[in-house]
């Protein structure tokens, strides 16, 4: 499975950006998407989870409220709708995917695949 991320870029604080998760290589149907983040010189941080069925999503405490996570599994592309941004959440994001479910705690080393990374820089 290939994941590719799309979307980022700069943005002002308080502001919104969207980005996309595109996959290829097997069925996304599979596999939970979550979405990670790694702000410089920090561990790299569970965002979000939705399951390989539309339904279920997790969000880690720090974006619930303000984080929507979504699938199209017939495009094949998962986004994560970041809203009221602020500049501690500067960093790279990247799309992952567990086989078949989302764990308990997204723990990047259950990961089975990794995207390359968007960075998302919030700033004045």
């Known amino acids: 499975l290939q994941l590719v991320e799309s979307g980022g870029g700069k943005v002002q604080p308080g502001g919104s950006l969207r980005l996309s998760c595109s996959a290829s290589?097997?069925?996304?149907?599979?596999?939970?998407i979550a979405w990670f983040r790694q702000a410089p010189g920090k561990d790299r941080e569970g965002v979000s989870c939705?399951?390989?069925?539309?339904?279920?999503?997790f969000y880690g405490d720090s974006v619930k409220g303000r984080f929507t996570t979504a699938r199209d599994n017939a495009e094949m592309v998962t986004y994560l709708q970041m809203n009221s941004l602020n500049p501690e959440e500067t960093g790279v994001y990247y799309c992952?995917?567990?086989?078949?479910?989302?764990?308990?705690?997204?723990?990047?080393?259950?990961?089975?695949?990794w995207g390359q990374g968007t960075q998302v820089t919030v700033s004045s």
């Open positions: 992952a995917a567990f086989a078949h479910a989302c764990p308990p705690v997204l723990n990047s080393d259950l990961v089975d695949y």
């Open positions: 290589g097997l069925k996304m149907d599979y596999y939970a």
């Open positions: 939705i399951s390989s069925a539309p339904g279920s999503e």
